[in-house]
């Protein structure tokens, strides 16, 4: 591994003239030097953000290599930075970059030290997706928060500021120095297939608070914080990986609603902004997506939020930006309207051929490429990668799932569980009464890293609390014959907790709740994803949300349980009521106590 000395040789005079903290526009004279040695190539693969498949820079398993070799060209993450130069790498644990802490610290120092190597050898932004709650690619033993709807329900500025500065902490231990998180977007439809609870709730200012609060924490643990997906992904009931979603609120209502949180992210000094692949007609009436759109990305962000770091757009692998335009054509049109990192091509080298293709023929200026390369290199300049690109396996052993940092997060969970039904003061369950619970319900893949089934989990946390606890798994289609076998063992139960999750009106987990409450037991329900699962099941009479079924937030939702602590969430979003969508069953700030 080069040493720091020659690392600051290869870019010699930039830490001098732009160091950690230093606002944008600082001295940008050693950058602008750099960026004019540089050729057209390496400039043009700064801008790339790309996923690379292996646990190692260098040897990856071989399975992993030809699928690099595949999808990439190349067969290691070296070879890749070799080739294209690329600013950035993104992790993902299905591309195997994240089994473990040590492991994940290796691949980000074999990957800068691949890239330091090189002439003009510059350090990599290594970003990754860790908003927590039920989106995360470093697990356990890493530390897992609450996600952000739950922190949301907690309300606190300060819990929110502490998961990004232990977040970051750990991030930055294991080599990752770049966060697409905190979700910025205002979740007001309940029909959201893709935000719901990654947002921090329906309310545009608490929304404000809490990703400003959080995108202060990160930073501060030297972490670039990415908000995200600009202007606005809230209301929306189409998942732009899979369609176009159109946005359709009116200019005066997207400024007061979707655009509040994205000004007081720009306000904090947000390092980076990503896009989303969306059209917003009140904005732009092209039909083009808002990553695509000049009026947008260099109109609205830039000009009228006053916006000068990096944008990223979301990855350009996704159906939202490829419906109308071809995959040669969207990072060029993505430049064009004043994005600086193109993230995660279908084809990299489509997409790099392009970019070079459009500058050689007048359709980008050098000048356009130079501009988004500064506001790269200042970032990583702002982050001290040019200082300290490298990180060591004793600073994995310090902070990454320190004893500390864990309890935090427990302590955080607590202040996010929400209480919504307790008839007949139900809750907490006393073991002298109700000792035999019976723990039933939906098991959704466990999101990553973290021990699951949400059945198991609760059953455990409750075992640990004296309760004798079964587990029977109902999944979250349960059969005729599933929904018999669960009541059957209820009758033997004092009581039942049913985790559920996503009730639709037609879902079979309400037959589930209904015959299990049939049987005259107790019955304690648990939304494990979206709050609004209340309101298809109106006779459960307790009922909770934990807004994810992580570890962490499922064993909260059973320490208020059991009685443990008291529930102290208040709903961040407004749950309808089924029957009539019109009319306001919980509203914001809704949530009991004891």
């Avoid at 439809?189 to 990703?211: Q, T």
Wanted: proline content about 6%; charged content about 20%.
């Amino acid at each position: 591994m080069p040493s720091r000395r020659t690392v600051l040789a290869a870019t010699v005079g930039v830490t001098a003239s732009l160091a950690v903290g230093t606002p944008a526009h600082a001295d940008d004279t050693a950058l602008r030097s750099l960026i004019s040695r540089m050729p057209l190539e390496e400039k043009v693969g700064q801008l790339f953000v790309t996923r690379v498949y292996g646990h190692s820079a260098t040897a990856p398993d071989q399975a992993d290599a030809d699928a690099n070799l595949s999808e990439l060209g190349v067969r290691t993450a070296a070879e890749l930075i070799a080739k294209y130069r690329v600013g950035g790498i993104i992790y993902f644990s299905w591309a195997h970059n994240t089994r473990d802490p040590y492991q994940i610290a290796d691949l980000s120092n074999g990957i800068q030290k691949a890239s330091l190597g090189q002439p003009r050898g510059l350090p990599v932004l290594i970003a990754t997706d860790q908003e927590h709650g039920i989106v995360c690619r470093i697990g356990k033993p890493a530390t897992l928060f609450p996600g952000a709807m739950a922190l949301g329900a907690g309300g606190s500025r300060t819990d929110a500021r502490t998961v990004g500065r232990i977040s970051g902490a750990e991030l930055r231990a294991m080599g990752v120095n770049q966060d697409y998180s905190p979700d910025a977007d205002v979740n007001v439809n309940p029909a959201n297939p893709i935000i719901g609870v990654r947002s921090f709730g329906a309310d545009p200012e608490a929304v404000a608070g809490l990703v400003a609060a959080e995108v202060t924490g990160y930073q501060d643990s030297r972490v670039a914080a990415t908000a995200k997906h600009f202007p606005g992904h809230g209301d929306t009931a189409v998942d732009s990986h899979t369609g176009f979603p159109v946005i359709t609120h009116s200019r005066e209502l997207w400024g007061k609603l979707d655009a509040v949180p994205f000004r007081a992210a720009v306000k904090a000094g947000i390092d980076a902004i990503m896009t989303a692949h969306l059209k917003v007609p009140a904005l732009d009436d092209s039909g083009d997506p808002a990553t695509l759109s000049h009026p947008i990305v260099t109109g609205v962000l830039r000009g009228e939020l006053g916006y000068d770091g990096v944008v990223v757009t979301d990855s350009l692998g996704m159906a939202g930006v490829r419906q109308k335009y071809g995959d040669e054509r969207v990072p060029v049109l993505a430049l064009k309207a004043g994005v600086d990192q193109l993230l995660d091509p279908p084809s990299l080298d489509v997409a790099w051929n392009a970019v070079i293709a459009a500058v050689r023929n007048g359709e980008l200026t050098e000048a356009r490429i130079d501009e988004s390369v500064l506001r790269v290199l200042r970032l990583k300049a702002r982050l001290g990668l040019f200082e300290e690109p490298y990180v060591s396996r004793a600073g994995v052993d310090l902070v990454v799932g320190s004893a500390e940092h864990l309890a935090t997060a427990d302590r955080i969970a607590e202040r996010t569980t929400t209480l919504l039904v307790n008839r007949a003061g139900l809750l907490p369950l006393s073991r002298r009464t109700h000792g035999n619970v019976l723990v039933v319900g939906a098991d959704p893949a466990s999101p990553s890293g973290t021990t699951g089934p949400p059945t198991g989990v609760l059953a455990a946390a409750l075992r640990e609390l004296g309760f004798t606890a079964t587990v029977l798994s109902t999944g979250t289609a349960p059969s005729a014959e599933t929904v018999t076998k669960a009541v059957a063992a209820a009758r033997a139960a004092d009581a039942v907790v049913v985790a559920t999750y996503n009730v639709t009106a037609a879902d079979p987990q309400r037959t589930l709740v209904e015959q299990l409450a049939a049987t005259g037991r107790p019955v304690v329900a648990v939304a494990v994803r979206n709050p609004y699962d209340v309101a298809q099941l109106p006779a459960v009479p307790a009922y909770l949300a934990s807004y994810s079924w992580t570890d962490v937030e499922l064993r909260a939702a059973a320490r208020v349980i059991a009685g443990r602590v008291a529930p102290r969430g208040k709903l961040p979003v407004a749950v309808q009521r089924a029957d009539d969508p019109a009319q306001v069953l919980y509203r914001v700030g809704h949530g009991l106590s004891y």
